[in-house]
């Protein structure tokens, strides 16, 4: 049935109009998302100086000859001073350690929600989801009360006797990490039931049936069937996460070393805009598989749904 | 089958826990009479009424209001249109890439999207004079950028399970397709258009890196102005307005939820 429908409609509708609807939301992404990237990479190659704009021109046209002036420069600096790319590193480092707590946790909220009768799991979803569109900041700013040395959770642990004097947790790395799952949580439950719900359960029953151990049956059948979701998951944490900026900037300490935060004061602070511009292109790059992974299974289950 | 089941709902119930303890601690201690944030000194309101008097923050409300109602209004033009494209369109060159650029922007580090619009200002000032300084106009670019994509993202979904017989019905008995799409396609899909609406509007509330790059001295948001002065630490004050601003996004969003799920709801009672 469905076939002849569609490959009529285009038929009926005017060129014009087609025309338009692609044509707007396409020029504004090619200007505001598209363009502005190659600036980056221009502003990459230019050299910084005190001015306004605080960048030279990279093209120069003089004595009718167009000149080009590529600064490597500020490549060079990102692999030259150990800064750099200690905060590459490390920040990949947070954001996998974080993808993997994410997922453990994750995981079996996503199947026991795909379980839970299905008048509950709506409300189980929207309950794991409505934190993700509550105000970013201040969740992250309900951390540093908490974590804080004269905080409730150290409060509650000296109450308790565990410990004799307050732990130090907030300007940790571990309050960067805690910060980063508990935002980033619901974006790894969200794909994962999506999957997850659509598992054919007589598949596991034939397993179970057969003999299999249910963690052999985990192991074997609902983890491959499920690595679509897990995948998307573990993307839409891991890639944001990298370029993350106020989590460390609250919760972290002066070590904490996070390429988003050196990005922020390399361009705030210091003013250096050619720096800051590579460090992003660089970040691009390192972030290229992950982007392109997750827009595969994106179209991929676009595809599907049809 | 049943221990791993009540080994993952144990797990659930944590993960629930995890997410609204602390900003269920956080509402309690808005109502700390204490200007010490960590000692308990009883309740009161007066953490709120100070915050009435606090004209800066009043400003930046309004401001992030208004960018937020264009904002969301823009993303939703722009998305609606480009999930048409991705839904409605053959396959084409012109919609494979109509389609990658506006997933993009759903993972972008934010960073990046903020650093590479405000050099693209900065370009533009320059080179065509326009736009003269950043501000609430510059915000108002970024916001329905990135705001379309999730607009994109809810209508496509509801557009992929429409009946199309209807539409082409009003098409074979002489409608216009812009009437058509007014009077057919848009009250089947206005849940949709709601929630993507109101998703935006709550996301363009609550962006402080983007906005922080794009916006210039003359507009600051309310983000930017909790941001400045969370950096110096946790103050009863903030407590108070974090509570109202949880307390209005959560409400945004449950709206939001719950047309998207009753517009789901309608379609399984026609039977499909």
Known sequence: MKPPLRLQLPKLQLPRGRLWTLGLPYVWLLLFFALPFAIVLKISFSTAVIAIPPYEPTFHYADEALQIFLNLGNYLLLLDDSLYYMAYLSSLKMALVSTLCCMLLGYPMAYAIARAPARQQTVLLLLVMLPSWTSFLI????????????????????????????????????????????????????????????????????????????????????????????????????????????????????????????????????RDWPVAAALAIVMLMLLLIPITLFHRYQSRSMEKER | ????????????????????????????????????????????????????????????????????????????????????????????????????????????????????????????????????ERGMLTVWIAHSTFCASYVAVVVASRLRELDLSIEEAALDLGATPLKAFFLITVPMIAPALLAGWLLSFSLSLDDLVIASFASGPGATTLPMVVFSSVRLGVSPKINALATLIILFVSLIAFISWYMARRSERRDRHAGR
């Open chain 2, 1 to 132: 089958m049943k221990r791993k089941l009540g080994f993952s709902s144990t797990v659930l119930w944590l993960g629930l826990v995890f997410l609204y303890a602390p900003m269920l601690i956080l509402i309690l201690y808005s109502f700390n009479e204490s200007k010490l944030v960590t000692v308990w000194g009883g309740f009161s309101p007066k953490w709120y009424a100070e915050l009435l008097g606090d004209q800066q923050i009043l400003d930046a409300v309004w401001t992030s209001l208004r960018i937020a109602f264009y904002s969301s209004t823009m993303a939703l033009i722009l998305g609606t249109m480009a999930a048409f494209v991705m839904v409605r369109f053959k396959r084409s060159w012109g919609k494979m890439s109509l389609s990658n650029m506006i997933t993009a922007p759903l993972v972008m580090p934010e960073v990046i999207t903020g650093l590479s619009l405000l050099l693209l200002f900065v370009h533009m000032a320059d080179l065509l004079g326009w736009p003269r």
């Open chain 1, 139 to 270: 969740r992250v700013y309900a951390w540093m009360g908490l974590l804080s040395n004269t905080g409730l959770i150290n409060n509650l642990l000296l109450w308790l006797g565990l410990i004799g004097e307050p732990l130090q947790i907030l300007n940790t790395n571990l309050a960067v990490y805690i910060g980063i799952v508990y935002a980033y949580l619901p974006f790894m439950v969200l794909p994962l039931y999506a999957n997850l719900v659509k598992l054919d359960m007589s598949l596991l029953e034939a397993a179970a049936d057969l003999g299999s151990s249910s963690f052999n049956t985990f192991w074997k059948i609902t983890l491959p069937l499920s690595r679509g979701g897990l995948i998307a998951g573990s993307m839409l944490v891991f890639i944001p996460a990298v370029g993350e900026f106020v989590i460390p900037e609250l919760l972290g300490g002066p070590d904490t070393l996070m390429i988003g935060k050196v990005l922020w004061q390399e361009f705030f602070n210091n």
